[in-house]
């Protein structure tokens, strides 16, 4: 069965090479680390990544640039505040409140927070939702990629986990926590009734 799994994932993984535009590696930020699906880090979050692709360098009409939420103290200080919230008192309903309250729903950091806590909290349809506006923010945002993989997983859908791995790989490789994590829960056996 392990082989099998292997096998599969190494497909998907080489397809995904395959079909993808070559890309540079994006580091996820906040969050939680990966180890196991939600374990609290053992160091304070960093804050999310908000870094954008390079503006061009053509001479039109420059917009005015907002101050980056991860620069905003207050910011930094309610997402670490939330990120407590969830990992260290596992109070998911408050540090929902939290995390809406930061105004930055359209962080990819923070929409996964949200879809995690939504999830822990049994709501797979609004966790889902979440997961998707995380990845709509930022395509590349591992973290999202790993529990929304354990969301697949909950929901009995290993072969969408398997995809959800393969991008893991293709994003940071598979030595990376958020990939092993992932491929540490598709090896168990389907219906152990595990709580990622």
């Given at each position: 069965m392990k082989s099998a799994i292997k096998l599969a994932t190494l497909a998907l993984f080489s397809v995904a090479l395959i079909a993808s535009p070559p890309s540079v590696p994006a580091f996820a930020a906040g969050g939680g680390g990966g180890g196991g699906g939600g374990d609290p880090p053992s160091a304070s979050p960093p804050p999310p990544d908000t870094r954008s692709a390079p503006r061009s360098s053509s001479k039109s009409r420059k917009k005015p640039t907002k101050q980056s939420n991860a620069d905003d103290a207050a910011f930094r200080q309610g997402y670490r505040a939330a990120h407590a919230t969830i990992y260290e008192r596992n109070d998911y309903a408050a540090a929902i409140d939290q995390l809406k309250a930061l105004g930055h729903d359209d962080n990819a950091g923070v929409a996964n927070l949200i879809g995690y806590s939504y999830r822990k909290l049994g709501d797979y349809k609004l966790?889902?939702?979440?997961?998707?506006?995380?990845?709509?923010?930022?395509?590349?945002?591992?973290?999202?990629?790993?529990?929304?993989?354990?969301?697949?997983?909950?929901?009995?859908?290993?072969?969408?986990?398997?995809?959800?791995?393969?991008?893991?790989?293709?994003?940071?490789?598979?030595?990376?926590?958020?990939?092993?994590?992932?491929?540490?829960?598709?090896?168990?056996?389907p219906g152990t009734g595990l709580v990622y």
């Open positions: 966790s889902q939702t979440w997961y998707e506006r995380a990845l709509k923010a930022d395509p590349n945002h591992v973290l999202t990629w790993q529990y929304y993989g354990l969301w697949q997983i909950e929901q009995g859908n290993r072969d969408q986990a398997s995809y959800h791995l393969s991008r893991i790989a293709a994003i940071c490789g598979t030595g990376c926590d958020e990939y092993r994590s992932l491929a540490a829960a598709l090896e168990k056996p």
